[in-house]
């Protein structure tokens, strides 16, 4: 009975992980289509446009581009499972091309990281916009080194979380409970999905104002 069990729960993962992968490929077609047709209207946008919208134009258009490498980098990770693309960038220039949406985001630290630069910028992108939600008027992006290790911490000035709610979401994370209540939304799940997948983690540290999030 035991190895009929064994074998049953095999045979149903077997095909919960096929239905994913064509899921997966399904969900890519259907955004790459919309993405490569923003872009080609915002090539044609741009040769039509008088001067004073094409400095606007073209920050679309890095936008839309960052965007479309996003969406490719994480459909690939759930897709295959495949290696992050290690590449040393400046963390300054990453955070130029995502845009603030108003925030003020302050670079600290070191100036240079070592990880997969689109499956960052998908994990800033969540985190900076759960920031801006939560009432936060500035983000600090801080790296350092953590036992050779980078070590990037978020952290904002918005109204934060009580001691309670951030250790059911240190559980919740620990148990990779990724439906538990305060963990419904893409930053934190897709953060520490990321973290993973560089053989790092993610961590809420305590702080003094706002909310923190480590990423080593």
């Known amino acids: 009975p035991i ?8 045979e149903r993962l077997a095909r919960r992980v096929a239905s994913e992968r064509a899921f997966t490929a399904h969900a890519a077609h259907a955004l790459r289509t919309p ?12 040769k039509e446009a008088p001067d004073t919208l094409q400095a606007r134009l073209r920050s679309v258009r890095q936008a839309s581009t960052r965007l ?21 960038f400046a963390l300054a220039d990453l955070v130029a091309s995502l845009g603030s ?40 992006l801080r790296v350092s080194r ?4 980078n ?7 918005g109204e934060g979380c009580d001691s309670a709610t951030r250790a059911r979401l240190r559980a919740a994370l620990a ?5 538990a209540d305060g963990l ?8 520490d999905l990321v973290m993973r997948a560089h053989d790092g983690h993610m961590s809420l540290p305590d702080v003094a104002q706002g909310f923190g999030v480590s990423l080593v």
């Open 3 to 10: 190895e009929r069990a064994v074998r049953e729960l095999g």
């Open 35 to 46: 993405l490569a047709g923003i872009d080609a209207q915002l090539a044609v946008a741009l």
């Open 68 to 88: 479309a490498r996003v969406v490719q980098a994480l459909l690939s990770m759930f897709r295959s499972g495949m290696e992050p693309q290690r590449q040393r």
């Open 101 to 140: 949406g108003g925030l003020r985001v302050v670079c600290e630290g070191e100036p240079q990281l070592r990880a997969d630069a689109d499956l960052l910028a998908a994990v800033l992108m969540n985190l900076l916009d759960n920031a801006q939600r939560h009432g936060a008027g500035q983000v600090r």
């Open 146 to 149: 953590d036992q050779g290790q």
């Open 151 to 157: 070590r990037l911490d978020v952290l904002d000035d």
């Open 175 to 179: 148990q990779q409970d990724h439906g």
């Open 184 to 191: 419904k939304g893409l930053g934190l799940v897709l953060a």
